[in-house]
């Protein structure tokens, strides 16, 4: 059973930084591709970030690039989000996913397991 779990949500002010964790476990996840999704209240859930977990691969979405950086430690089975300069419109709950294969699919209907999710919110 595939379980994700992330942490390093919080409270930060425009402009500030968080680096977000997301640990899994349950499987070998070398053929997996991990991402962040985000949702705002209202809004749908949409593609932040992903990483091929084999060979690092990295995409992501227009709004964050150059702000936001995802990467991996294969030895914790754990997948980061550095998230640096954030903005008001950042705010969202983020979720960790995990789907096998190609790490090109930026749909979260592509993703088949998922996080529990952590609130990340950035005051003006």
């Known amino acids: 059973q595939v379980q994700l779990v992330e942490s390093g949500g919080g409270l930060v002010q425009a402009g500030g930084s968080l680096r977000l964790s997301c640990a899994a476990s349950?499987?070998?996840?070398?053929?997996?591709?991990m991402g962040w999704f985000r949702q705002a209240p209202g809004k749908e859930r949409e593609f932040v970030a992903a990483?091929?977990?084999?060979?690092?691969?990295?995409y992501y979405a227009d709004s964050v690039k150059g702000r936001f950086t995802i990467s991996r430690d294969n030895a914790k089975n754990t997948v980061y989000l550095q998230m640096i300069s954030l903005k008001p419109e950042d705010t969202a709950v983020y979720y960790c996913?995990?789907?096998?294969?190609?790490?090109?699919?930026?749909?979260?209907?592509?993703?088949?397991?998922w996080g529990q999710g952590t609130q990340v919110t950035v005051s003006s």
């Open positions: 996913a995990a789907r096998r294969g190609s790490v090109r699919y930026r749909e979260w209907v592509d993703y088949d397991y």
């Open positions: 349950g499987r070998t996840f070398s053929n997996y591709a």
């Open positions: 990483i091929s977990w084999s060979v690092g691969s990295t």
